[in-house]
């Protein structure tokens, strides 16, 4: 059985399989093909492959030298379903992005500088660019750190990364349907994209406060698909049935003295946490006057605290009216375990 040469590492509070692109078939079907192999999809465990049987452990990062003659390297993210064969490539992954600066370094394609260094990301979903930066003392990645990030344990290297282009990320605009608030199936929303399609609504609007756990969520699934797919249409992603985006937040004040407190479905999953680039996204909803959340959220600056289920995440968004000037985050990775991968 021939092998793929592969790097399992968590970014943010992700985890995923790394691959080099020249590693995997150029043939689209081909290589979504292999992956799911790889992963073990379809199957709820996943028992077969390498996924953590999880949307959040079932992702794939695909990296070359950039195309563009700008950016250093291209990250195309792929998103594959655990108990569906499905691979899709209609969204970003913020968390996983934190591994690209470091798994370019690894893997040669990009010269690591003596104490930092920044690699300038072309995200291939999005068309957007992002500049990781993170230790290399001795030109080596330094993975061990002090920095903490809710929903991982223990402290790892600060990865810095700062976004530019994100907006309209798969619609082509900051506010897809033109409008700061829709109403769909009586509930009102906001419908944004920041580098992340999101539909935010009020926690209170679906029965419940905004401050249960994961588990307690569950049975909102019906209503949450219903909402996703008729917001698809009205931002103009067409049918997502079967497609991990819009990203679904419902919103309630902070209560642990941050700036809005989310519970976010990934698509019908709940989020243990909540991704990097929908945590920026729903920051800049919340910080628009006449958005839902805006008037629950505690703005102090740019800098803003999203609560989730299991901690805190802290973005930099600045805007200019309803235009987007710059974004960031930070976050750490870790690299897991290098090797061979061999598919079913």
Same mark, same amino acid.
């Given at each position: 059985? !021939?092998?793929?040469? #592969?790097?399992?590492?968590?970014?943010?509070?992700?985890?995923?399989?790394?691959?080099?692109?020249?590693?995997? +078939?150029?043939?689209?079907?081909?290589?979504?093909?292999?992956?799911?192999?790889?992963?073990?999809?379809?199957? +709820? *465990?996943?028992?077969?492959?390498?996924?953590?049987?999880? @949307?959040?452990?079932?992702?794939?990062?695909?990296?070359? @030298?950039?195309?563009?003659?700008?950016?250093?390297? =291209?990250?195309?993210?792929?998103?594959?379903?655990?108990?569906?064969?499905?691979?899709?490539?209609?969204?970003?992954?913020?968390?996983?992005?934190?591994?690209?600066? @470091?798994?370019?370094?690894?893997?040669?394609?990009?010269?690591?500088? $003596?104490?930092?260094?920044?690699?300038?990301?072309?995200?291939? $979903?999005?068309?957007?660019?992002?500049?990781?930066?993170?230790?290399?003392? &001795?030109?080596?990645?330094?993975?061990?750190? =002090?920095?903490?990030?809710?929903?991982?344990?223990?402290?790892?290297?600060?990865?810095?990364?700062?976004?530019?282009?994100?907006?309209?990320?798969? !619609?082509?605009?900051?506010? +897809? !349907?033109?409008?700061?608030?829709?109403?769909?199936?009586?509930?009102?929303?906001? #419908?944004?994209?920041?580098?992340?399609?999101?539909?935010?609504?009020?926690?209170?609007?679906?029965?419940?406060?905004?401050?249960?756990?994961?588990?307690?969520?569950?049975?909102? *699934?019906?209503?949450?698909?219903?909402?996703?797919?008729?917001?698809?249409?009205?931002?103009?992603?067409? =049918?997502?049935? /079967?497609?991990?985006?819009?990203?679904?937040?419902?919103?309630?004040?902070? *209560?642990?003295?941050? !700036?809005?407190?989310?519970?976010?479905?990934?698509?019908?999953?709940?989020?243990?946490?909540?991704?990097?680039?929908?945590?920026?996204?729903?920051?800049?909803?919340?910080?628009? /006057?006449?958005?839902? &959340?805006?008037?629950?959220?505690?703005?102090?600056?740019?800098?803003?605290?999203?609560?989730? @289920?299991?901690?805190?995440?802290?973005?930099?968004?600045?805007?200019?009216?309803?235009?987007?000037?710059?974004?960031?985050?930070?976050?750490?990775?870790?690299?897991?375990?290098?090797?061979?991968?061999?598919?079913?």
């Amino acid at each position: 059985m !021939t092998g793929v040469p #592969c790097l399992l590492m968590r970014g943010g509070t992700s985890k995923g399989a790394y691959f080099l692109a020249d590693d995997l +078939p150029a043939d689209r079907a081909e290589r979504d093909d292999l992956l799911l192999r790889i992963m073990g999809s379809p199957d +709820p *465990r996943q028992i077969d492959g390498i996924g953590g049987a999880h @949307p959040l452990t079932s992702k794939v990062a695909v990296v070359s @030298p950039a195309a563009d003659g700008k950016s250093d390297v =291209d990250y195309l993210f792929l998103q594959l379903g655990v108990e569906e064969p499905t691979v899709s490539d209609r969204q970003n992954c913020g968390n996983l992005l934190a591994g690209v600066g @470091p798994f370019a370094v690894e893997r040669g394609l990009v010269r690591p500088g $003596n104490e930092k260094t920044s690699v300038r990301i072309h995200m291939v $979903n999005s068309d957007s660019v992002a500049v990781a930066t993170f230790p290399t003392p &001795g030109g080596v990645v330094r993975y061990d750190g =002090d920095t903490a990030i809710s929903g991982v344990p223990g402290t790892a290297a600060a990865i810095t990364l700062d976004f530019a282009d994100t907006e309209g990320s798969a !619609t082509g605009s900051l506010l +897809p !349907t033109g409008n700061v608030r829709d109403e769909i199936d009586g509930i009102e929303v906001t #419908c944004v994209d920041n580098g992340m399609p999101v539909v935010v609504a009020y926690a209170k609007d679906f029965g419940v406060t905004g401050y249960e756990s994961v588990a307690e969520l569950a049975g909102l *699934r019906e209503r949450v698909q219903s909402l996703r797919l008729q917001a698809g249409k009205l931002m103009g992603l067409g =049918d997502v049935s /079967e497609a991990s985006v819009p990203k679904t937040t419902l919103v309630a004040a902070p *209560r642990d003295g941050g !700036t809005i407190c989310t519970r976010t479905f990934i698509p019908l999953e709940v989020h243990t946490s909540i991704g990097v680039l929908g945590a920026v996204t729903v920051g800049t909803a919340v910080m628009m /006057e006449g958005a839902v &959340g805006h008037d629950l959220a505690h703005i102090t600056g740019n800098r803003l605290d999203i609560e989730h @289920p299991t901690g805190h995440l802290e973005v930099e968004v600045e805007l200019d009216g309803t235009r987007v000037r710059r974004s960031g985050v930070v976050r750490t990775a870790r690299k897991l375990f290098e090797g061979t991968v061999f598919p079913r």
